[in-house]
């Protein structure tokens, strides 16, 4: 089963207020694309939103989420009246699609961003915004696997500074085993619990620490 970012259920609501919010930064208080961005990343309000806290996703509206992400990381602005339009910009695809993606790959901000600018996203509405949104999902995970080539464990084998062939005999783990994982050729969050212990005692990680996020399980 595919881990998401938070539950279903508020898939109605949390797309929408990002798409509100991202409309009302950048459009009604003029706020720049790169510096909504940076905010976003970094900011607590961003971390609750992408942990889905229900007073994040369901609770507020969008124009509530982009002030307390602004005020978050004390960017100044001159604030204007709350402003959510039913003809919908790119502004507000933009943000609702990020909002859908963060969702299905259980992904912070920060991480899409060091992909996929905020920008790039805005430059997207043009060819995605008619077609399914798992379009626009596979293209994003392209990015991201582009972005981060390396699988968790391939890093966390060079950190401690081993061979494949010497992790494999120290964990009891077979070499071919762990060149498929490294390679993305087979799904490491599918492996047997107790391969997943034997490499991580090996490896001085937890054994989540070498599950697959979303977006990359999604190639193997």
Request: with cysteine; aromatic share 12%.
């Amino acid at each position: 089963m595919a881990i998401r970012a938070y539950d279903e259920m508020y898939l109605d609501s949390a797309p929408r207020i990002l798409g509100d919010a991202l409309d009302f930064a950048l459009v009604t208080l003029s706020i720049a694309p790169k510096a909504f961005e940076d905010a976003l990343a970094v900011s607590r309000s961003g971390e609750l939103f992408a942990m889905g806290n229900p007073r994040y996703v369901a609770g507020m509206n969008g124009c509530e989420f982009a002030r307390a992400v602004l005020a978050d990381v004390a960017l100044p602005y001159e604030d204007a009246p709350d402003a959510m339009y039913l003809d919908k910009s790119p502004e507000y695809w933009a943000g609702w699609a990020l909002a859908y993606y963060q969702w299905h790959a259980d992904a912070s901000f920060l991480t899409v961003f060091q992909a996929v600018s905020l920008e790039e996203i805005l430059a997207m509405y043009a060819v995605y915004h008619e077609m399914d949104i798992a379009r626009f999902v596979e293209c994003m995970d392209e990015r991201l696997r582009k972005n981060e080539p390396h699988t968790r464990l391939y890093r966390k084998r060079k950190a401690v500074g081993l061979s494949q062939a010497r992790l494999a005999r120290k964990a009891g783990v077979s070499l071919r085993q762990i060149q498929l994982y490294e390679q993305g050729r087979r799904d490491i969050n599918r492996a047997a619990a107790i391969t997943l212990y034997k490499l991580s005692k090996v490896l001085f990680c937890t054994v989540e620490d070498l599950l697959e996020p979303q977006w990359r399980s999604a190639g193997a």
